[in-house]
């Protein structure tokens, strides 16, 4: 059995950064607000709970005069102003990335409509259309572009301007680009790829990673949009994909003596978690016996 771990699995540098401020502030021993999960992964936030941070839904259960974080996603500009209200000292640990983006739409919005592509749900986007303003629009799926184009026709902008989800789908960005150019023919389309180079690598290097492999697995947290995304793309070329959170996980999946394994993993998926999901795969196949055709591992 070979096992073989993306070289772009694990955190990307803006979620590593947004995880080691936060680390440094639990430390401090005062209390820590965060307005939502830092990131998608269920043992990083465990952690950060553990060494006493206080996840939140809202800027409302923040006590006056509190420190809040304000995660790698973003948030829109009315969370800023109620932060404000509340004099709250806010450590913002937006990716810098996201930021650029929100610079971005703010300065195009004066003169063209905003065409976010993205998952509608996500904290992210819904960050980015608070910057982007009521000349705007998701487009998430094809579904969406004849209600975006309705929207469009009511405004006296001639222009749209579309951006993306920094972890969106490339392939998809793509697909749905093509479908935006075609139904706004008759608007100049200002184009910005805005997916991050990070998610870009790690997209190409499944689809590479999983024409090869024998078996794919996929960690990380059920949430992370990210993640979702790899484990679709390996699974288009490698049937055999898993997608797993802990080494427990792996219970109950076989595994062959000439398994050639793929170990991806998504943004917010620490190195450690990573390394202990090979340790897992490799203790029980070893413990399995090398003489059986298939181990549950």
Avoid at 80 to 109: F, G, M, P
Avoid at 141 to 159: F, P, R, V
Wanted: proline share 3%.
């Amino acid at each position: 059995m070979e096992i073989t771990i993306a070289k772009n699995a694990g955190f990307c540098p803006g979620v590593g950064l947004a995880v080691k401020k936060a680390n440094e502030l639990v430390k401090q021993g005062k209390p820590v607000y965060c307005l939502g999960q830092i990131v998608h992964n269920s043992q990083v936030i465990q952690d950060l709970e553990n060494k006493g941070m206080i996840i939140v839904n809202s800027v409302e259960e923040v006590p006056e005069n509190a420190t809040m974080i304000i995660r790698s996603h973003g948030e829109p500009p009315i969370t800023y102003q109620k932060a404000k209200e509340r004099n709250l000292k806010v450590i913002d640990v937006t990716c810098s990335n996201v930021k650029l983006i929100h610079n971005k739409v703010e300065r195009e919005k004066a003169n063209s409509f905003i065409i976010l592509v993205g998952v509608k749900n996500h904290p992210e986007i819904i960050a980015t259309f608070g910057f982007a303003g009521e000349n705007s629009a998701i487009i998430e799926t094809e579904d969406d572009i004849l209600d975006a184009y309705q929207a469009y026709e009511k405004t006296n902008l001639g222009s749209i301007y579309v951006v993306s989800q920094t972890t969106f789908s490339s392939q998809k960005f793509d697909e749905l680009l093509d479908e935006i150019v075609k139904n706004f023919w008759e608007a100049e389309v200002k184009i910005d790829k805005t997916i991050c180079r990070t998610t870009e690598d790690r997209q190409l290097e499944v689809k590479k990673m999983a024409k090869e492999a024998s078996c794919m697995i996929v960690v990380g947290g059920k949430k992370s949009s990210n993640t979702r995304k790899l484990y679709e793309l390996a699974e288009q070329s490698c049937p055999k994909t898993f997608y797993v959170q802990t080494r427990k996980d792996l219970e109950n999946i076989l595994m062959d003596e000439n398994d050639k394994i793929g170990i991806v993993a998504g943004a917010s998926t620490p190195k450690e978690v990573i390394e202990e999901i090979k340790s897992e795969l490799e203790r029980k196949w070893e413990g399995s016996g090398n003489s059986k055709k298939l181990a549950r591992i």
